[in-house]
T-cell receptor, first 113, second 108 residues
Framework: ETGVTQSPTHLIKTRGQQVTLRCSSQ?????VSWYQQALGQGPQFIFQ???????GRGNFPPRFSGLQFPNYSSELNVNALELDDSALYLC????????????FGEGSRLTVL | GQQLNQSPQSMFIQEGEDVSMNCTSS?????WLWYKQDPGEGPVLLIA?????ELTSNGRLTAQFGITRKDSFLNISASIPSDVGIYFC????????FGAGTRLTVKP
Protein backbone atom coordinates (compact mmCIF):
# COMPACT_ATOMS: atom_id res chain seq x y z
CA GLU A 1 0.00 0.00 0.00
CA THR A 2 1.66 3.24 -1.15
CA GLY A 3 -1.18 5.60 -0.19
CA VAL A 4 -1.43 6.76 -3.82
CA THR A 5 -4.88 6.19 -5.30
CA GLN A 6 -5.90 6.49 -8.93
CA SER A 7 -9.27 6.52 -10.64
CA PRO A 8 -10.77 5.09 -12.67
CA THR A 9 -8.95 1.75 -12.66
CA HIS A 10 -10.13 0.83 -16.16
CA LEU A 11 -11.83 2.73 -18.93
CA ILE A 12 -12.61 2.38 -22.61
CA LYS A 13 -12.79 5.33 -25.00
CA THR A 14 -13.00 5.77 -28.75
CA ARG A 15 -10.62 7.67 -31.02
CA GLY A 16 -11.06 11.42 -30.85
CA GLN A 17 -12.59 11.44 -27.38
CA GLN A 18 -11.10 13.08 -24.33
CA VAL A 19 -10.21 11.46 -21.00
CA THR A 20 -9.44 12.69 -17.48
CA LEU A 21 -7.54 10.50 -15.03
CA ARG A 22 -7.25 11.35 -11.34
CA CYS A 23 -4.65 10.77 -8.67
CA SER A 24 -4.49 11.38 -4.92
CA SER A 25 -0.95 11.60 -3.63
CA GLN A 26 0.44 10.12 -0.46
CA UNK A 27 0.01 12.28 2.63
CA UNK A 28 2.95 14.67 3.01
CA UNK A 29 3.97 14.46 -0.66
CA UNK A 30 3.81 17.64 -2.77
CA UNK A 31 5.06 16.31 -6.10
CA VAL A 32 3.12 14.18 -8.57
CA SER A 33 4.56 12.57 -11.70
CA TRP A 34 2.59 10.87 -14.47
CA TYR A 35 3.88 7.98 -16.56
CA GLN A 36 2.53 6.06 -19.54
CA GLN A 37 3.31 2.35 -19.62
CA ALA A 38 2.56 0.51 -22.84
CA LEU A 39 2.27 -3.27 -22.71
CA GLY A 40 5.66 -4.89 -22.24
CA GLN A 41 7.46 -1.56 -21.79
CA GLY A 42 8.85 0.47 -18.94
CA PRO A 43 7.04 3.58 -17.71
CA GLN A 44 7.57 6.65 -19.92
CA PHE A 45 7.68 10.03 -18.21
CA ILE A 46 4.85 12.36 -19.24
CA PHE A 47 5.23 15.28 -16.82
CA GLN A 48 5.63 16.25 -13.22
CA UNK A 49 3.79 18.74 -11.04
CA UNK A 50 5.33 20.45 -8.03
CA UNK A 51 3.26 22.86 -5.93
CA UNK A 52 0.63 23.18 -8.68
CA UNK A 53 3.12 24.04 -11.45
CA UNK A 54 4.38 21.83 -14.27
CA UNK A 55 7.98 21.05 -13.36
CA GLY A 56 9.31 19.01 -16.25
CA ARG A 57 7.85 17.26 -19.26
CA GLY A 58 8.77 14.22 -21.32
CA ASN A 59 8.36 13.74 -25.05
CA PHE A 60 4.56 13.89 -25.19
CA PRO A 61 2.43 16.20 -27.38
CA PRO A 62 0.45 19.14 -25.96
CA ARG A 63 -2.80 17.15 -26.06
CA PHE A 64 -1.46 15.57 -22.87
CA SER A 65 -2.05 18.13 -20.13
CA GLY A 66 -2.35 18.12 -16.39
CA LEU A 67 -3.28 19.95 -13.25
CA GLN A 68 -2.27 19.82 -9.64
CA PHE A 69 -4.62 21.07 -6.94
CA PRO A 70 -3.84 22.80 -3.62
CA ASN A 71 -4.22 19.47 -1.79
CA TYR A 72 -1.55 18.08 -4.21
CA SER A 73 -3.94 15.70 -5.96
CA SER A 74 -3.60 15.74 -9.73
CA GLU A 75 -5.35 15.15 -13.02
CA LEU A 76 -4.05 13.96 -16.37
CA ASN A 77 -6.10 15.02 -19.40
CA VAL A 78 -5.66 13.59 -22.86
CA ASN A 79 -7.50 15.17 -25.79
CA ALA A 80 -8.15 13.77 -29.27
CA LEU A 81 -7.38 10.21 -28.19
CA GLU A 82 -5.45 7.99 -30.59
CA LEU A 83 -5.24 4.20 -30.67
CA ASP A 84 -1.61 4.37 -29.48
CA ASP A 85 -2.75 6.12 -26.29
CA SER A 86 -3.95 2.72 -25.05
CA ALA A 87 -1.75 2.03 -22.03
CA LEU A 88 -1.52 1.89 -18.26
CA TYR A 89 -1.25 5.42 -16.86
CA LEU A 90 0.66 5.55 -13.62
CA CYS A 91 0.71 8.34 -11.10
CA UNK A 92 3.53 8.59 -8.58
CA UNK A 93 3.95 10.93 -5.65
CA UNK A 94 7.11 12.04 -3.90
CA UNK A 95 8.45 14.65 -1.49
CA UNK A 96 10.10 17.75 -2.85
CA UNK A 97 11.07 19.03 -6.23
CA UNK A 98 13.82 16.46 -6.73
CA UNK A 99 11.69 13.36 -7.05
CA UNK A 100 13.92 10.86 -5.32
CA UNK A 101 11.83 7.89 -4.38
CA UNK A 102 8.55 7.58 -6.25
CA UNK A 103 5.50 5.90 -4.75
CA PHE A 104 3.19 4.62 -7.46
CA GLY A 105 -0.53 4.04 -7.60
CA GLU A 106 -1.93 0.94 -9.26
CA GLY A 107 -2.64 2.81 -12.46
CA SER A 108 -5.54 3.54 -14.79
CA ARG A 109 -5.76 1.21 -17.76
CA LEU A 110 -7.02 3.08 -20.80
CA THR A 111 -8.18 1.28 -23.93
CA VAL A 112 -8.83 3.37 -27.04
CA LEU A 113 -10.96 1.71 -29.73
CA GLY B 1 17.21 11.47 -24.74
CA GLN B 2 18.16 9.73 -21.51
CA GLN B 3 17.80 6.13 -22.65
CA LEU B 4 18.34 3.30 -20.18
CA ASN B 5 19.34 -0.07 -21.60
CA GLN B 6 18.34 -2.90 -19.29
CA SER B 7 19.47 -6.50 -19.64
CA PRO B 8 18.61 -9.26 -19.82
CA GLN B 9 15.05 -8.79 -21.12
CA SER B 10 13.94 -11.97 -19.39
CA MET B 11 15.35 -14.69 -17.14
CA PHE B 12 14.14 -18.17 -16.27
CA ILE B 13 15.83 -19.54 -13.17
CA GLN B 14 15.44 -22.31 -10.63
CA GLU B 15 14.41 -21.49 -7.08
CA GLY B 16 17.51 -20.97 -4.94
CA GLU B 17 19.66 -19.60 -7.77
CA ASP B 18 21.19 -16.14 -7.72
CA VAL B 19 20.13 -13.51 -10.26
CA SER B 20 21.99 -10.57 -11.74
CA MET B 21 20.61 -7.83 -13.98
CA ASN B 22 22.00 -4.50 -15.08
CA CYS B 23 21.25 -1.17 -16.59
CA THR B 24 23.45 1.12 -18.68
CA SER B 25 23.02 4.55 -20.16
CA SER B 26 24.94 7.01 -22.31
CA UNK B 27 23.84 9.71 -19.84
CA UNK B 28 25.02 10.37 -16.30
CA UNK B 29 22.41 10.09 -13.56
CA UNK B 30 22.46 11.56 -10.06
CA UNK B 31 20.37 8.74 -8.62
CA TRP B 32 19.79 5.13 -9.62
CA LEU B 33 16.80 3.17 -8.38
CA TRP B 34 15.41 -0.31 -8.78
CA TYR B 35 11.68 -1.09 -8.82
CA LYS B 36 9.64 -4.29 -9.03
CA GLN B 37 6.23 -4.50 -10.69
CA ASP B 38 3.75 -7.31 -10.12
CA PRO B 39 0.83 -7.88 -12.53
CA GLY B 40 -1.96 -5.32 -12.11
CA GLU B 41 0.09 -3.13 -9.77
CA GLY B 42 2.30 -0.09 -9.97
CA PRO B 43 6.08 -0.40 -9.54
CA VAL B 44 7.33 -0.66 -5.96
CA LEU B 45 10.70 0.75 -4.91
CA LEU B 46 13.29 -1.87 -3.92
CA ILE B 47 16.54 0.06 -3.57
CA ALA B 48 17.67 3.68 -4.10
CA UNK B 49 21.32 4.63 -4.71
CA UNK B 50 22.53 8.19 -4.32
CA UNK B 51 26.32 8.13 -4.68
CA UNK B 52 28.65 6.82 -7.37
CA UNK B 53 30.20 3.58 -6.16
CA GLU B 54 27.51 3.05 -3.51
CA LEU B 55 26.65 -0.57 -2.75
CA THR B 56 23.36 -1.08 -0.90
CA SER B 57 21.54 -4.17 0.31
CA ASN B 58 17.90 -4.77 1.16
CA GLY B 59 17.54 -8.33 2.44
CA ARG B 60 18.49 -10.67 -0.41
CA LEU B 61 18.80 -7.77 -2.84
CA THR B 62 22.04 -5.90 -3.49
CA ALA B 63 22.45 -3.01 -5.90
CA GLN B 64 25.39 -0.84 -6.93
CA PHE B 65 25.64 2.65 -8.42
CA GLY B 66 28.39 2.51 -11.06
CA ILE B 67 31.49 4.65 -10.67
CA THR B 68 30.89 6.34 -14.02
CA ARG B 69 27.30 7.15 -12.93
CA LYS B 70 26.14 5.60 -16.19
CA ASP B 71 25.25 2.14 -14.94
CA SER B 72 23.85 0.07 -12.09
CA PHE B 73 23.31 -3.57 -11.29
CA LEU B 74 20.88 -5.50 -9.12
CA ASN B 75 21.60 -8.93 -7.64
CA ILE B 76 19.06 -11.21 -5.99
CA SER B 77 20.47 -14.06 -3.94
CA ALA B 78 18.76 -17.40 -3.25
CA SER B 79 15.69 -16.63 -5.35
CA ILE B 80 12.24 -17.68 -4.16
CA PRO B 81 8.95 -17.98 -6.09
CA SER B 82 7.66 -14.58 -4.92
CA ASP B 83 10.63 -12.90 -6.66
CA VAL B 84 8.69 -13.41 -9.90
CA GLY B 85 7.87 -10.12 -11.56
CA ILE B 86 9.31 -7.38 -13.73
CA TYR B 87 12.29 -5.45 -12.42
CA PHE B 88 12.91 -1.92 -13.66
CA CYS B 89 15.96 0.25 -13.28
CA UNK B 90 15.42 4.00 -13.15
CA UNK B 91 17.82 6.90 -13.39
CA UNK B 92 17.06 10.34 -12.10
CA UNK B 93 18.30 13.83 -12.82
CA UNK B 94 15.47 16.36 -12.89
CA UNK B 95 12.96 13.61 -13.57
CA UNK B 96 13.00 9.83 -13.48
CA UNK B 97 13.49 7.63 -16.56
CA PHE B 98 12.93 3.87 -16.62
CA GLY B 99 14.46 0.96 -18.45
CA ALA B 100 12.30 -1.52 -20.38
CA GLY B 101 12.45 -4.08 -17.57
CA THR B 102 13.75 -7.59 -16.86
CA ARG B 103 11.02 -10.21 -16.57
CA LEU B 104 12.02 -12.80 -13.95
CA THR B 105 10.46 -16.27 -13.78
CA VAL B 106 11.41 -18.56 -10.89
CA LYS B 107 10.71 -22.28 -11.24
CA PRO B 108 10.06 -24.08 -7.94
Amino acid sequence: ETGVTQSPTHLIKTRGQQVTLRCSSQSGHNTVSWYQQALGQGPQFIFQYYREEENGRGNFPPRFSGLQFPNYSSELNVNALELDDSALYLCASSKGQITGELFFGEGSRLTVL
Amino acid sequence: GQQLNQSPQSMFIQEGEDVSMNCTSSSIFNTWLWYKQDPGEGPVLLIALYKAGELTSNGRLTAQFGITRKDSFLNISASIPSDVGIYFCAGENNDMRFGAGTRLTVKP
